[in-house]
């Protein structure tokens, strides 16, 4: 697996009270919350990732 980027993100205190309980109730970090939410937006998007991995199935 290749290494994860780091990113510092600021976010609104409302917000990321609403992602980490979103998280909490997916049995999920609010990091792991996170990624899912922008992959999840990229697929709607048509911008995929996986599109030009190959490691996924």
Not at 6 to 14: G, I, M, T, Y
Request: glycine fraction near 2%; proline fraction near 4%.
């Amino acid at each position: 697996m290749a290494e994860r980027k780091k990113v510092l993100l600021r976010l609104d205190p409302a917000v990321y009270d609403a992602v980490a309980k979103w998280a909490a109730d997916d049995l999920r970090s609010v990091n792991a919350q996170i990624e899912f939410a922008l992959r999840r937006a990229l697929d709607q998007a048509g911008r995929s990732p996986r599109a030009s991995r190959s490691d996924d199935s």
